[in-house]
């Protein structure tokens, strides 16, 4: 027993050696290997210093290399010399001096040149402020009349006066604006550009009324701000059916003060109309007593005014209208009235057989007229009404003609932009305004409009008053034949 415990130990020592001896080999090969790891670490760091300090000295030299050359090559072209050389060189002859000179020329256009495109762009663009409008989007669609937001006008010379419109009138123009009615000579007068003065959204209106919200500085209207106006504008410039509106001082004045905004927008342009066409063929407070005088459709804007002043001033007044509206214009001054009972009047102006219609059996049991006004547009010819005048008796037509530039084709238009361009030549030379046609509207026949309606001479004829949003409605009522007097747009 003792000698089997003898060997078992011897064993285990055996065992015991054998183990330590493998692991001091075993760290041995550790510490081998991990010594020639770091000497490859630190051989490949040394080496890759030594190529990034070779690379950087290398560097560094042609730096300071290009330095030396430009400094040498400063001296040099500093050298008064050299530079009269080079100067004697570039100007040797005539030749050689004025390629120069043009060399010089150009660069110095194109850099003002690029200098200048360069602050265009770089300018800042601005949120144009836009306002809501009754405008047409297009010539063609059924239902191009809308409201839409427009841009704000600008003043386009130091006197115009900006206005806040409160009323506007809408009117039968308007309609065949909106279907083109003026739009190639108005392209040329306007000189509309896509971006900055766009020809559509086309805002609509003749008149307004409102309150003045700025005055330009060269302004001598003595209008101030918060001052009461009505204006009128004609047929080729942009309506007044707008929350703002920028007006030259000459279409505008101080509003009556007996009546009231909605009032107000509904005289300027039928006014105007009226107005101008009495003067134009001598009709005044002094010269209508005793004349006899025929106004078709006298419920329309422009049928009211003639209606009243030619009573006002001593005028046997005949007129037709609707029955409808027969209690008004008989208010206004009518002695003798045509009325046609059934919903389209105005066809019973004429029928198939002239002979037989019934405004000729009624012509012919009156005496004749010394004026006939045509107020609306009529489908036949009116040219039989001449025998129902008095000896050198006048048929007047107060509807904007058809303009026959409407149909104009490329060649017909170049030429008429020459006419335009020649007529507003002509105006800036002579300080004159062109004449593109339409009734006279300006501040002293609105003045006289103003004066008519507060010593009682003239009434406002309003028949119906909508919101812009309600411009459809508005456009039809107008349309329609028992519209009454002027149809209102109200911004309030």
């Known amino acids: 027993m003792d000698e089997f415990r003898s060997r078992l130990g011897e064993s285990a020592e055996v065992l015991k050696s054998n183990l330590s001896m493998a692991t001091e080999s075993g760290m041995r090969v550790v510490r081998q290997y991990s010594d020639e790891g770091r000497n490859l670490a630190i051989r490949a760091i040394s080496e890759a210093n030594s190529e990034a300090s070779s690379a950087?000295?290398?560097?560094?030299?042609?730096?300071?290399?290009?330095?030396?050359?430009?400094?040498?090559?400063?001296?040099?072209?500093?050298?008064?010399?050299?530079?009269?050389?080079?100067?004697?060189?570039?100007?040797?002859d005539e030749i050689s001096r004025n390629n120069a000179f043009f060399i010089l020329v150009g660069l110095g256009f194109g850099t003002t040149g690029g200098v200048l495109l360069g602050f265009w762009l770089a300018r800042p663009h601005l949120a144009t402020p836009i306002m809501k409008s009754i405008a047409c989007t297009s010539f063609r669609d059924p239902d191009n009349v809308v409201v839409c937001n427009t841009s704000v006008p600008q003043f386009e010379a130091s006197?115009?006066?900006?206005?806040?419109?409160?009323?506007?009138?809408?009117?039968?123009?308007?309609?065949?604006?909106?279907?083109?009615?003026?739009?190639?000579?108005?392209?040329?007068?306007?000189?509309?550009?896509?971006?900055?003065?766009?020809?559509?959204?086309?805002?609509?209106?003749?008149?307004?009324?409102?309150?003045?919200?700025?005055?330009?500085?060269?302004?001598?209207?003595?209008?101030?701000?918060?001052?009461?106006?009505?204006?009128?504008?004609?047929?080729?410039?942009?309506?007044?059916?707008?929350?703002l509106v920028v007006v030259p001082e000459t279409r505008i004045s101080r509003k009556p003060f007996l009546i009231g905004f909605e009032g107000?927008?509904?005289?300027?342009?039928?006014?105007?109309?009226?107005?101008?066409?009495?003067?134009?063929?001598?009709?005044?407070?002094?010269?209508?007593?005793?004349?006899?005088?025929?106004?078709?459709?006298?419920c329309s804007p422009v049928g009211c005014v003639i209606t009243q002043l030619a009573h006002k001033w001593g005028a046997n007044v005949a007129v037709t209208c609707h029955t409808r509206s027969a209690p008004v214009i008989h208010e206004l001054g009518a002695s003798d009235i045509i009325v046609f009972a059934n919903e389209h009047f105005r066809s019973n102006f004429i029928d198939v057989n002239v002979e037989k219609s019934n405004l000729i059996n009624e012509l012919a049991s009156r005496d004749k007229f010394d004026f006939i006004f045509l107020t609306t547009r009529i489908a036949y010819d009116y040219k039989f009404l001449e025998k129902f005048l008095a000896k050198r008796g006048v048929i007047v037509d107060a509807v904007e003609p058809e303009l026959a530039s409407d149909e104009y084709g490329p060649l017909m238009r170049l030429l008429l932009g020459v006419l335009v361009k020649l007529k507003k030549t002509a105006s800036v030379i002579f300080r004159t305004h062109p004449d593109w046609g339409g009734p006279h509207v300006c501040h002293l026949v609105l003045d006289r409009l103003a004066g008519f309606v507060n010593d009682e001479t003239l009434k406002t004829v309003v028949d119906r008053v909508y919101t812009p949003n309600e411009v459809e409605q508005a456009l039809d009522h107008i349309c329609s034949e028992k519209s009454i007097g002027s149809t209102i747009i109200t911004f309030r």
């Open 56 to 92: 950087a000295r290398n560097v560094m030299s042609n730096l300071l290399a290009l330095l030396q050359r430009l400094k040498d090559t400063a001296k040099e072209v500093a050298d008064p010399t050299m530079i009269y050389e080079q100067l004697r060189i570039l100007f040797r």
């Open 159 to 243: 006197s115009d006066i900006l206005v806040r419109v409160r009323a506007a009138a809408l009117n039968r123009i308007d309609r065949r604006i909106a279907f083109g009615y003026g739009r190639t000579l108005r392209r040329l007068i306007r000189n509309y550009d896509v971006n900055y003065n766009p020809e559509l959204p086309l805002v609509l209106g003749r008149s307004c009324a409102g309150i003045v919200e700025a005055v330009g500085k060269g302004s001598k209207s003595g209008l101030e701000i918060g001052d009461e106006v009505w204006l009128a504008a004609q047929w080729y410039e942009s309506g007044a059916a707008s929350e």
């Open 264 to 298: 107000a927008a509904s005289l300027p342009y039928s006014g105007c109309i009226a107005l101008s066409l009495m003067d134009s063929h001598g009709l005044t407070e002094h010269t209508c007593k005793g004349k006899r005088i025929l106004v078709q459709d006298a």
